[in-house]
């Protein structure tokens, strides 16, 4: 898989670009809004998109980008400012990271955002096939939706609020719904890469999330293991 990464800080880069071999991706690597556009051209798998550039802000970078290809991007930013992660995604970045990351983390998001478009339709997308949620991005299970893309939750139609840590529990258990992750493999890709020490906050995260789903059964517990993401039965059937 080849990535585009545009970034101009290579104290960033160049650890990126290792790591991300470790894992056997292929990474072109340039240092400019520009380039970054023009490196379009060889047709990456997906885009890494550093928002600070010198010569172009990456928004427009990622608005350029979106213009003329439906190639996943990612945005990575050390920004903290919440509306420019907002406008990224609402300019059509599939998803977005904040600095300091681990390869780890990026490598789980690279392909949780490649399964998402995996089998994603030429640029413009034409009409969602019968049964597809309206938005591209969106995952049904049961009465449950999640958007990666807007990073919302409804259930039964109705937005419930969660925090960005709850979301990205919750989105990381359904990217394989009914299949069992480990604590340490939440923690690492939930929270830290190599987190080790008390995991407490994973179970506070667990009855957040239960609680405001408004049915336990969603989350269930793996006892001794971790947790994993269920239909309640009661969903199922309607
Ligand atoms: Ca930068």
Redesign the pocket.
Known sequence: MRLLLI???DRIAGPLTEGLGRYGFTVDHVRTGAAGLAGTAGSPDLVLL?L??PDMDGLDVCRGLRAGSAVPIIMITARGDEADRIVGLELGADDYLAKPFGVRELVARIRAVTRRTSGALPFPAPAQPAGVAQSPAAQTLGALEISRRTRQVHLKGTEIPLTPREFDLLAYLAEDPGTVYSRQQIMDTVWDPHFFGPTKTLDAHVAALRRKLGDPAWVTTARGVGFRLTTPAAEAHE
Do not use: I, P
């Open positions: 970034e101009d800080d550093d600070g550039l």
